[in-house]
């Protein structure tokens, strides 16, 4: 196994979780990304979008208005903001 491959799984198994639960569904993903605490604000979250830093079980997302209508769309999901900033999504 490659190193960036181990450094992947045990990270993986370290991943503090986020509850939806007290989230207002349809979400915007910057209202998420500020909620979560990934970001220190919504505007925030905005602008990491815009500039691609943001990935949900490590696809790129780029689009700001992405809504999510429901917590099943991601429950169990991986949100990532930059390299080091990283949440599992729980319900």
Do not use: H, M, W
């Amino acid at each position: 196994r490659g190193k960036n491959e181990i450094q992947q799984a045990t990270a993986a198994a370290n991943v503090p979780a986020f509850s939806l639960s007290t989230t207002e569904f349809p979400v915007p993903l910057f209202y998420l990304l500020g909620a979560s605490n990934l970001c220190a604000s919504s505007g925030e979250g905005r602008r990491q979008i815009q500039g691609g830093a943001v990935k949900l079980d490590g696809k790129k997302l780029t689009d700001v208005n992405l809504k999510f209508n429901s917590p099943e769309e991601l429950t169990g999901k991986i949100l990532q903001v930059g390299k080091k900033k990283i949440i599992r999504l729980v319900d």
